[in-house]
């Protein structure tokens, strides 16, 4: 019977990622009514959920980079030996319970996951594209938003929306008196958590001297560079080799 378990012994490599996306959220979002065009309750919500999945979770990725509804975490090591199904399986249950809990939702939720292989340079160019796809939900949502608050239908708002370019929808929102690039940097550029290193004095009482010690701890950057730029492929850098430091 073992045999007929579908998929079961398929198997990724390090590193890679997972993302982790949540179902039917705009529904979701209506129930226990989030704001709009972002809500701050429910992003802190997905930034301690990203902490939670690196300290406690037991599948130990290195960080965690969250927009909207969606978690992206990068592995070096390989937790169940690799096995995909496994992976997707225990990344979005955990998720479901750890939102479910830090909201106090009455009602179940669900996620889905994926496991992307990647090389060094892959990895890289993929988390800016997820930035970009951030960057595309941040103006969607803001136009959305703006529309509905005309009075427009649902129905309708997709229908202005579509085609709509980027420039055209900074001159929507200029017509309202926001400006799109200066919008706080978590709602553009989505956020990261990750283990920081930091150096701390300490005393060895035994040796009867002054000593220094690692001590790991976990850390949001709540505004990240623009990864596409030089500071921000510096900043990868950093983050897919561990090398963050804590400020």
Known sequence: MKRREIYSE???IAPFFIRIDGRAFRSVAGVIGLEKPFDGRFSSAMEAVSSLLLRESGLSPEFAYTFSDEINLFFTKLPFY????????VAASYTASALTRELSLPFPISFDARVIPVDRETAVEYLIWRQKEAWRNHNNAY????????????????????GMNTAAMHELMHSRGI????TPGWQR?????????EEMPGYNPKEDEAVVTQRIRIVSDRNP???????GRVYLSSLLSGAKQGN
């Open 10 to 12: 398929i198997r990724t």
């Open 82 to 89: 690799g096995r995909v199904e496994k992976l997707d399986s």
């Open 143 to 162: 136009c959305q938003w703006a529309l509905a608050e005309d009075g427009h239908p649902a129905s309708r708002v997709q229908e202005l929306l579509h």
């Open 179 to 182: 400006n799109l690039a200066e």
């Open 189 to 197: 550029r989505g956020l990261v958590v990750y283990r920081s290193s």
């Open 225 to 231: 560079p623009l990864f596409q730029a030089q500071e």
